[in-house]
C-alpha cells in the first residue's frame, strides 16, 4: 500500500511539474563586455511540449529585483490568457547598473560602459535569445530609475529594438523629456509605453515623471499606446509592484478574451459587421505578437451571440463556418450554422444540421440535448 502510495504521488509531483513555468539560471558570454553576465530565464508552462509555439520576450533590466515581480505575473496573466505566454529573461546588474546605464554629460546619450551594454543588448543578448528558445518578434523591456531612462534609449534605433517599454518611475536625462516626445510624434512603428510613479515616490523622480506624462499626452500618433499611472500612496518600490500588473494588462488588452465589458461596449455597438471584427482581432493579434492563435470558443460565442442580437444573419454564418472550419469536431459551428438556417428561412437545412451533430463533442452550454431538441422542435413544426 504505501509503494502504491508513493507512486501515486509521484506522478502527481511530475504531473504538476510539467505546468509550472521553468526558471533557467545561466550566463552570456559577451565579447562586448568582455565579461560574461548572469541572466534568469522564466519559459512558459509546457514549452517543452509545445514544440511549434513562439513566445515573446519580457526583458528585465535590474533582474536581481524585478525578474520574480514581472515573471510572477507574466505566468499569472498568461495563465488566465489575459496576455500571451512569453519568455522572462532578466539580466543580473547587482553591481554594474551604475555603469551599464552610464550616459555622456554633453550629449545625453549611452557612452563608455552604457555604450558596451547598450550594444550588447541589441547585438549580442537578444540573438542569443533568439538562437536558444523560439522567439516571436514582439519584446517588451522593464526597467526601474536608472534603468527605466536606459530603456528609453532603444526608441531612437530604426527600426526600435523593443515593441514594448515599462518605465517605473523613471530617473531621466535631462533631454529625455524632450527626445521622446518628439520620437513618439513621429514614429512609424507600433509602440507600447507605459509610464509609472507614485505620490510617495522620490520628490525629483515623481516631478519629472509627471512632466513628461503632460508631454506624452500631447503625442497624437495611432501607432503609439500611452499609459500612465500615478500611484495615490506608492513609494519609490512599491509603485513597482502595482505598475507591472497594470502595464502588462494595458500592452495586451487586444490578447484577451472578449470580456463582458467588451461584448456591451464594443459588440453591440459595431456600425461594421461582428464577423470582421473577430477576424481583425486576431489578425492584430498575429501582426502584434507574431503569433498565429487559433480564436478562442469564448471569441466565437460572444461574437455569434452579439450577431444574433442584432440579427446580422450573414454575419453569424460566417462566424459559424469559421467555427466549423477551426473546431470540427466539435458542436459550435453547427449550432451557429443551425441558427443561420432557422432565421434565414431555412428550416429543413437547420433540422438537418442540428440532427447530424449528435456524435460531436459538446462546447460551452451548447449540448447534444440542446441539438437534439432543437431538430426536434423543427420536426414537430414542419413534419420532418
Given at each position: 500500500m504505501r509503494k502504491v502510495f508513493l507512486l501515486l504521488l509521484f506522478t502527481i509531483l511530475c504531473a504538476?511539474?510539467?505546468?509550472?513555468?521553468?526558471?533557467?539560471?545561466?550566463?552570456?558570454?559577451?565579447?562586448?563586455?568582455?565579461?560574461?553576465?548572469?541572466?534568469?530565464?522564466?519559459?512558459?508552462?509546457?514549452?517543452?511540449?509545445?514544440?511549434?509555439?513562439?513566445?515573446?520576450?519580457?526583458?528585465?533590466?535590474?533582474?536581481?529585483?524585478?525578474?520574480?515581480?514581472?515573471?510572477?505575473?507574466?505566468?499569472?496573466?498568461?495563465?488566465?490568457?489575459?496576455?500571451?505566454?512569453?519568455?522572462?529573461?532578466?539580466i543580473m546588474q547587482d553591481k554594474s547598473r551604475f555603469d551599464d546605464t552610464f550616459y555622456d554629460e554633453t550629449n545625453y546619450l549611452p557612452a563608455e560602459k552604457g555604450a558596451d551594454f547598450f550594444e550588447f543588448i541589441g547585438l549580442e543578448l537578444i540573438p542569443f535569445l533568439d538562437k536558444e528558445y523560439r522567439t516571436a518578434k514582439f519584446i517588451v523591456a522593464v526597467g526601474h530609475d536608472f534603468t527605466a531612462n536606459f530603456i528609453n534609449y532603444y526608441l531612437f534605433k530604426s527600426p526600435p529594438l523593443f515593441n514594448g517599454y515599462i518605465v517605473l518611475s523613471p530617473d531621466l536625462d535631462p533631454k529625455m523629456n524632450e527626445r521622446l516626445t518628439e520620437k513618439l510624434s513621429t514614429t512609424e512603428y507600433k509602440t507600447f509605453y507605459y509610464l509609472a510613479t507614485g505620490t510617495n515616490?522620490?520628490?525629483?523622480?515623481?516631478?519629472?515623471?509627471?512632466?513628461?506624462?503632460?508631454?506624452?499626452?500631447?503625442?497624437?500618433?495611432?501607432?503609439?499606446?500611452?499609459?500612465?499611472?500615478?500611484?495615490?500612496g506608492a513609494t519609490h518600490y512599491s509603485l513597482v509592484a502595482r505598475g507591472i500588473p497594470n502595464a502588462l494588462e494595458n500592452i495586451f488588452s487586444v490578447y484577451r478574451p472578449i470580456s463582458k465589458q467588451e461584448f456591451n461596449d464594443v459588440l453591440m455597438k459595431l456600425e461594421t459587421p461582428v464577423s470582421e471584427y473577430l477576424i481583425e482581432k486576431y489578425k492584430t493579434i498575429e501582426d502584434l505578437f507574431g503569433l498565429q492563435n487559433p480564436i478562442r470558443t469564448n471569441d466565437f460565442i460572444a461574437t455569434a451571440t452579439a450577431s444574433e442580437k442584432k440579427e446580422e444573419w450573414k454575419s453569424l454564418e460566417e462566424i459559424a463556418k469559421m467555427a466549423k472550419k477551426q473546431y470540427p469536431n466539435t458542436l459550435l459551428g453547427d449550432y451557429y450554422l443551425g441558427r443561420f438556417y432557422e432565421e434565414t428561412g431555412d428550416p429543413k437545412k437547420a433540422f438537418k444540421t442540428y440532427q447530424g451533430a449528435y456524435n460531436k463533442t459538446e462546447v460551452d452550454f451548447i449540448t447534444i440535448d440542446l441539438m437534439m431538441e432543437k431538430a426536434e422542435r423543427l420536426k414537430a413544426d414542419f413534419g420532418y
Open positions: 504538476n511539474f510539467s505546468v509550472i513555468a521553468q526558471t533557467i539560471y545561466t550566463e552570456i558570454a559577451s565579447s562586448i563586455l568582455t565579461e560574461s553576465r548572469k541572466l534568469k530565464i522564466q519559459l512558459p508552462r509546457n514549452y517543452e511540449t509545445n514544440t511549434d509555439k513562439k513566445y515573446p520576450i519580457v526583458l528585465t533590466l535590474d533582474g536581481d529585483y524585478l525578474f520574480e515581480p514581472v515573471a510572477g505575473n507574466v505566468d499569472y496573466f498568461s495563465y488566465w490568457e489575459d496576455m500571451p505566454e512569453a519568455i522572462v529573461v532578466g515616490d522620490i520628490k525629483s523622480l515623481h516631478k519629472s515623471a509627471k512632466e513628461l506624462n503632460v508631454s506624452l499626452k500631447t503625442v497624437d500618433n495611432k501607432k503609439v499606446k500611452y499609459y500612465f499611472d500615478d500611484f495615490e
